[in-house]
């Protein structure tokens, strides 16, 4: 993790570089930046009225809530930035300067003209142009980009920096004041004429595209609504028409109240055919039991005929009981009998003659006749009238028959009519509305330019000075950034507590290189920090002399080599006898042989054909093969009191590292101490504390 400390050591170590490269950069802006032209501007501000506008009728304003007034001022916003007005205003303001006969500071400066030259000949000019009509210009050039897809135009239109569509498009900025209805079209150029024209053709184009825009919205309506109209209207004639064919044809005034009189007839009529049929038929039960008397008097004749017979018997009896009285007693009683027998037979008719001339309820007899004649009519009369009530009833019948399914088609037809008659009323509605809608607009239609664009006289303020600090400042920090990243993947031991961290090892020292290292206070301090961990290994080795050191080397280092000779000069200077036992690796010491390296099981026996190394030294400093080219002597490792592992601190610590570390532990059941060579100075004054 790094730490402000370390970055702060490196700012000042390295302050040289925050002026140079920063200044450097500085430079070529400046001189980058020494032609560049002059910035003009222009604006307008147009007031669109959207969020006050009036109802046809000038009553109240239309309620606009916040959502749809943003919508409306991002929908003219897009309209003044879309590639077709743009490309619009590019093709007015070439039709106008191609128009000019000279050049106008007020249109087109001198330059600008010049440069317009290179892209259309004249010859292609003296075709388009029409001097002092820039309409009529701009219908030619229009005409000739029809005939001919690549023509210089076109390029124009792509490319160029004043009619460029895209170009133009970098430079205007279309804004909404605050909350408020106005817009501000804002453009900038190195041109004070074209930047003035750019900006007033901007809105000119975009007022006139936004009316027919509008326009056409509400004008389509309309056109629709009126269209539809006359389909439907046609449709709700011929619909109407039907219905009244039908009704015309089957005679209906009121369906619903001719069918209610219908019915109402009919129950009519039939209560009459049957109070006929009843009256009819008590008649004749009248008529049967007149005829029944009538038939009684039917044998008068001869019951009157009967009496007078039994009378002139009656007679002829009494007369001969008369002539026979007294005679013949037997007889008489037998005549007697007999003109009883004749009476009571008399009796017996003339009570029924009598009941023949008189009813049970006291009729007169001659009243029957009468009645039976009146109840013969009544009865033929209510039969007749009960048969034509019958045969009406059949045609009532004919005629519900007839006039039941009626119903249906004419509810069919009324309802074609009605959805006709309901499509009738929306399409009139939607036309009034359309209309008003289009009466809305052009009371809406209030948008007016509150501040025209004007001719900039002076250039925008060059930005020269400030583009030279931000990239004075710009170079710091990029200067800044790389030694942070730097210091971030750092993968070196040049920190110590790092060093211990990645290695496992424990440090025994550090020291700054020793061709670099211009402090000799440094010096003696790191080498006082190195002996003081040295005074403390051999003191708990008192008994034993000399005090043996292994170091171990990964590959040839003079910086390595001469730090050990340092520490064993340093050694002398303290009075404490020292000597070196090397491969040839350095003048100075006891060298020795590979052979005698790998065959001595003790370093003292490395010796040989020299002074006993037993005797006049206090410290032997053996210095080891290099282990990443030769095998070590692990015999020689656990025989040393201390082993050192020097590194160099711009190394990287690898796995092979870590690897021959595990090794040593294996052999000497101890790891090795570290030193740190090559140190930066910061590091090693932070961890000694100098």
């Avoid at 037998?334 to 009813?359: C, P």
């Avoid at 008003?436 to 303020?461: C, G, H, T």
């Avoid at 003048?587 to 003292?604: C, L, V």
Wanted: net charge negative.
């Amino acid at each position: 993790m790094i730490q402000i400390k370390h970055l702060i050591w490196y700012l000042k170590k390295y302050y040289l570089l925050f002026l140079i490269f920063p200044l450097t950069i500085a430079v070529v802006v400046f001189l980058l930046t020494a032609g560049s032209p002059k910035i003009y501007d222009s604006h307008m501000v147009i007031y669109t009225g959207i969020s006050t506008r009036k109802n046809a009728d000038l009553t109240e304003s239309l309620k606009i809530d916040f959502f749809t007034s943003n919508n409306l001022m991002d929908n003219i916003i897009s309209l003044i930035s879309s590639r077709k007005s743009i490309e619009e205003v590019s093709l007015r303001l070439l039709s106008q300067h191609l128009s000019l006969e000279e050049p106008e500071l007020s249109v087109l400066s001198p330059q600008s003209a010049e440069e317009l030259k290179l892209h259309i000949s004249d010859n292609l000019k003296s075709q388009v142009a029409v001097v002092g009509n820039p309409e009529q210009t701009l219908s030619n050039i229009l005409s000739y980009m029809e005939d001919n897809y690549n023509s210089p135009f076109h390029y124009l239109l792509e490319h160029h920096p004043h009619y460029g569509v895209d170009e133009i498009l970098q430079k205007v900025q279309v804004t909404r004041k605050k909350n408020s209805d106005m817009i501000e079209i804002s453009y900038y150029q190195d041109d004070a004429g074209i930047v003035y024209h750019t900006v007033k053709f901007l809105g000119e184009v975009y007022l006139k595209r936004y009316s027919e825009l509008r326009y056409n919205e509400t004008a389509s309506s309309v056109e629709y609504f009126q269209s539809q109209l006359e389909v439907v209207l046609a449709e709700l004639n011929e619909s109407e028409q039907k219905l009244k064919d039908f009704i015309s044809k089957n005679r209906i005034m009121n369906y619903y109240e001719q069918g209610k009189s219908l019915d109402l007839y009919r129950k009519e009529v039939e209560a009459d055919q049957s109070n006929a049929y009843q009256l009819a038929t008590g008649a004749e039960a009248g008529l049967i039991k007149l005829e029944e008397r009538l038939k009684e008097n039917i044998g008068r004749s001869d019951i009157l005929d009967s009496i007078s017979s039994l009378r002139k018997h009656v007679s002829q009896l009494r007369v001969k009981l008369n002539t026979r009285e007294g005679r013949d007693t037997w007889d008489a009683e037998q005549i007697k009998d007999e003109i009883s027998k004749a009476n009571e037979a008399i009796n017996l008719k003339v009570s029924r003659l009598y009941q023949q001339d008189f009813s049970v309820d006291g009729v007169p007899m001659n009243d029957i006749l009468q009645e039976w004649l009146k109840l013969y009519i009544e009865k033929e009369k209510q039969f007749t009238a009960s048969d034509v009530m019958l045969n009406d009833l059949k045609r009532i019948d004919q005629r519900i028959d007839t006039f039941a399914p009626l119903g249906a088609e004419l509810n069919r037809l009324e309802r074609e009519v009605s959805i006709h008659e309901k499509e009738y009323l929306a399409i009139i509605t939607g036309l009034n509305q359309a209309r008003i809608q289009k009466e809305n607009f052009k009371l809406s239609q209030s948008q007016v330019v509150v501040d025209p664009p004007y001719l900039p006289s002076n250039a925008r303020k060059s930005k020269r000075k400030i583009l030279v600090i931000a990239s004075f400042l710009f170079g710091n920090i990029l200067v800044l950034s790389f030694i942070t990243i730097l210091l971030i993947t750092d993968s070196s031991l040049q920190n110590p507590k790092r060093a211990e961290e990645i290695t496992g090892l424990t440090l025994a020292g550090t020291f700054p290189s020793m061709d670099k290292s211009k402090d000799p206070k440094l010096n003696k301090v790191v080498f006082e920090y190195w002996l003081n961990e040295l005074n403390l290994r051999r003191s708990q080795n008192k008994n034993k002399s000399p005090y043996l050191i292994g170091m171990l080397l990964d590959e040839e280092n003079k910086s390595n080599l001469g730090l050990i000779q340092s520490l064993a000069g340093n050694l002398e200077k303290e009075q404490v006898r020292t000597q070196i036992l090397h491969p040839g690796v350095i003048p100075a010491g006891i060298p020795y042989t590979e052979t005698a390296y790998h065959r001595s099981n003790s370093p003292m026996a490395l010796g040989i054909g020299q002074n006993s190394l037993a005797e006049g030294f206090d410290i032997v400093i053996i210095i080891h093969p290099y282990w990443k080219e030769q095998h070590i002597s692990f015999d020689i490792l656990q025989a040393c009191d201390w082993n050192l592992m020097i590194i160099d601190a711009e190394v990287v610590w690898k796995p092979n590292y870590s690897k021959f570390v595990d090794m040593i532990q294996s052999s000497t059941r101890l790891k090795p101490d570290m030193l740190l060579s090559n140190v930066d100075s910061i590091f090693v004054k932070e961890y000694t504390g100098a």
